[in-house]
Structures are given as C-alpha cells and as structure tokens.
C-alpha cells in the first residue's frame, strides 16, 4: 500500500498518534504522525526516521504539519512525506478525499479574483470628483489601442488569502464570505479611483482624436509580425534616410509621443548616421526632432511592410498636434 493510502486509512480511522513502516524493498523508513484538534479541524504532524523504529523518542525531534482533516478531507501539504505536487505534475490522482493544501488556496483566491472581484468592481460608482491625470490616461489610452487590446477591463485582482488564512478557514476561526467582504470594503475607495480613471481611459480609447489613423496603421502591421527588428524609413524636408530599429520601440515612442535618439536604433552608429543625413537632433530642446510622424515606410525583409503614401499631407496636417 503507498504511503498516502495507508496515511489516509489511519487518520480516517484514528485521532491519535500512529506509526507507519516502510517496506525495506521500499527504502524501509519509518513515519511518525501525531494529531490534535484545532477547532472544527485536527492537524497532523509527523517525522521521519530510518532503521530506528524509535527514533521519535529523542526530545529534541521537531514535528512538521504534514495534513489538515476536516469531517472526511484530508489536505496534505506538499514536500515530506508524500510529495502531494508530484501527483498533479504525472497526472496522477490523490486516494479519494485527499487534496493538496495548496490547491485549496488557489482555489479560494481564483474564486475571489473571478468571481467575488468582478462583481464587486461592477457595482462600484465613478467618483467624477476623483482627481485625474490628463497626460497619464491619454498614455494609458493609447498604449491600449496600439497594443489592439480593445478596451479597459476588469482589473486583475492579486491574490486575497495566503495558506494562514484558509488554515484559519478550515478551523473555523475565519469564514470566507465574511473576509473576503471585509478586505473589499477596505480597499472600496482606491477601487472606485481605479474605476473612475479606467472610465476616462475608456472614453479617450472611444474618442477618434486620441490615436491618428496612421498611428494605428503603423502599429497593426506591426503586431502582425513576430520580428526583432525592422527598417523604418524617415523624412525630413524632402531628405529621406532608413536605419535599422526595434518594433517595440516605434510602437513605444507613439505611445508617449515622444522623439527618437540615435541610440534607438539597432546601432549608435547607423543612429547617428541617420541623424547625420536628416539634420535632425537629439534633445528635446532642438526645433528638428524625430518623431513617428516622420516615418514614412517601414519594411521588413526587403518587402514593404506600411507605407505612407499620402506622407506629405498627413504630415502637414499632424504637424502641430502633439
């Protein structure tokens, strides 16, 4: 019989301590579990010896929580003995009525994240007296429409209980519904903010003068490639020069909506040599930075990935806005 099973007879059948011996062709060590009601639950402790069959006896032997029972639920805690995580990693089912300790406390925080959280979040007013960063939630805003996420979510919620709080839980010393209430209220008022700034991020997504058609065309045709770098081609007054860059890096400096350095590009050197042959800068200060408005192609392994073809329009048109 495995260790597990034989664990799980025992406790189902005994409150006390107990004692169980492995066969020699099976390693041969000796298990020794003790028990003790804690609440509406007992937990088990054990050691671990080998040959010695008293080896318990020495008063200097430290015990370790090993299970937590509860009515006909036994919840192992993963590592000595039983090694419980392996069981999911083989796909390898636990004796019936036995989980992993560990396991329940996912459960309950997935169940708070998916269920409890969203529910309340939904229920929750826009504060409009709420003090809101313009600048930050026009970045947030476009950073979403750029990355084709769609639109502002439910927030994902962190873990709520740690393995003490379900441990409490099983006890009886902490109801769950009761908690998990208590811990929402507290934070109700950095939620509502939360919300309250999503609305705004939500209506500048909704707003066609938050990211320009060309913007958005750059940023589709990027996403549809999985490329480490792409040569993008910029203008300046009639002077046109290409240099190699990341894409993630285009798509970042639009978000921000700010200018390109030499050193964006995949070398300083080609960086500065497309400066060079633009007669643009690279401080903020400067009248001739570069910008995404000055992209007008950009190509991928010698074919033509976006191209501008009404550049010099649009880039009359955009000149001025930020």
Not at 63 to 75: C, D, N
Request: overall charge positive; charged content about 30%.
């Amino acid at each position: 019989m495995k260790l597990i099973e034989e664990f799980r007879t025992k406790v189902l059948n005994s409150q006390g301590s107990f004692v169980i011996i492995e066969p020699e062709k099976n390693g041969g060590k000796i298990f020794y579990f003790v028990q003790g009601n804690v609440g509406k639950a007992r937990y088990v402790y054990g050691c671990q010896g080998y040959k010695n069959i008293n080896f318990y006896s020495d008063i200097s032997r430290e015990l370790e929580l090993l299970a937590i029972v509860l009515g006909s639920r036994i919840y192992v805690c993963d590592g000595f003995p039983f090694n419980a995580q392996l069981y999911n990693a083989d796909g390898i089912p636990l004796p019936e009525g036995v989980f992993r300790f560990a396991d329940i406390v996912k459960r309950a925080n997935d169940y708070v994240r998916d269920v409890v959280f969203p529910e309340f979040y939904s229920n929750l007013e826009v504060c409009y007296k709420t003090d809101i960063n313009p600048e930050y939630c026009r970045t947030a805003a476009r950073r979403i429409i750029f990355s084709g996420m769609g639109g502002v979510g439910v927030p994902v919620y962190m873990d709520m209980f740690n393995a003490q709080d379900i441990a409490d839980m099983l006890c009886g010393f902490m109801d769950f519904d009761k908690e998990t209430g208590k811990r929402l209220e507290k934070e109700k008022d950095q939620w509502a903010r939360k919300k309250t700034i999503d609305a705004k991020i939500q209506e500048l997504i909704e707003s066609p003068e938050t990211a320009l058609p060309w913007e958005k065309a750059i940023a589709n045709r990027l996403r549809s490639l999985n490329a480490k770098m792409v040569t993008a081609e910029f203008e300046m007054e009639g002077k046109k020069s290409s240099a190699k860059i990341c894409p993630g890096i285009i798509i970042n400096k639009m978000i921000s909506e700010s200018y390109f350095d030499y050193y964006n590009f995949i070398t300083g050197k080609k960086g500065q040599e497309l400066f060079k042959n633009l007669g643009v800068e690279s401080y903020l200060l400067s009248k001739r930075i570069l910008t995404c408005k000055n992209i007008c192609k950009i190509m991928y392994k010698g074919k033509v990935l976006y191209e501008r073809k009404d550049y010099k329009r649009q880039y009359i048109n955009v000149s001025s806005t930020k």
